[in-house]
């Protein structure tokens, strides 16, 4: 059975028509999450010419606020951190961005055993300038939506 769409109010506003997430049984399935502050819609880290093109961005400061982003509607949808399951990043620089973006993966799930599975695509390009974005998936765990434990 299928829910309505969830929308996060300390998310940024998605891009297109389309909810933040939307629950499916016991899984979640996030739309792409980009790194926009909710409160500015300005892109952290990006820094722009005279004339308003893009010129430099900091993947870091793009990497936090994304997954400050992720976990806003994981909390919305009452999901949390540990909830993720899977998780599609797109890069639109891989050879410059991975090595960065891995590190702040490292910070979130340090711990191997509890950290999603995680799929990692260079692009070419993303619908407003930013360089990457999330594409998530969470299972509730079955004592949060009243399921009985497996077994029983």
Known sequence: MSGGGISAAKA????????????????????????????????????????????????????????????????????GWDDLVDVTVYLTDMARDFTAYNAVWAEYFPDLERAPCRTTLGITALPTPIAIELKCIAAFAPQRNGAPPEGT
């Open 12 to 79: 940024p506003r998605p891009v297109g028509l389309y909810p933040h997430a939307r629950r499916v049984g016991d899984l979640l399935f996030l739309s792409g999450i980009g790194p926009r502050d909710a409160a500015s819609n300005a892109i952290p880290g990006n820094v722009h010419d005279a004339e308003g093109r893009l010129i430099a961005y900091d993947i870091e400061l793009q990497c936090r606020s994304v997954f400050a982003n992720v976990r806003a509607v994981l909390e919305a949808s009452g999901a």
